[in-house]
């Protein structure tokens, strides 16, 4: 038979382990959380790098939001790319229609996200 003592040291253990257990999920919660502001962080920079249009950078990343990162940075390369041979044109066209181009070939909707 369990005593009152062993039973309380029991559930006392229980809490502990709890206790724990919530701690180190909050600290993986918070990384993960980081980590997505310095990768929005990241994405605005590299979208803010190649279009040079601070203006429409909230626009483009609303739209990039929308898209894997890769998909992403395909356009932003092909963007560069094309800018190197058509001087004549403007830079948020060709990043448009690049993230659109590329969005399709890689079967991805692009969608406008409100920013949150």
Known sequence: MVDALTTGIIWIAVGAALVILIHEQS???????????????QRRKDIRDVCHD???????????????DAVLYFALADTRRRMDFE???????????ALHRV??????RLRIRPPA
């Open 103 to 108: 969005a399709v070939a890689h079967d991805c």
């Open 87 to 97: 001087l004549n044109h403007e830079i948020a066209v060709v990043f448009a229609d």
């Open 54 to 68: 601070e203006e429409c950078v909230a626009l483009y990343e609303s739209v990039a939001a929308s898209i894997p």
């Open 27 to 41: 600290v993986r919660i918070a990384r993960f959380s980081r980590a997505q502001t310095r990768r929005q962080e």
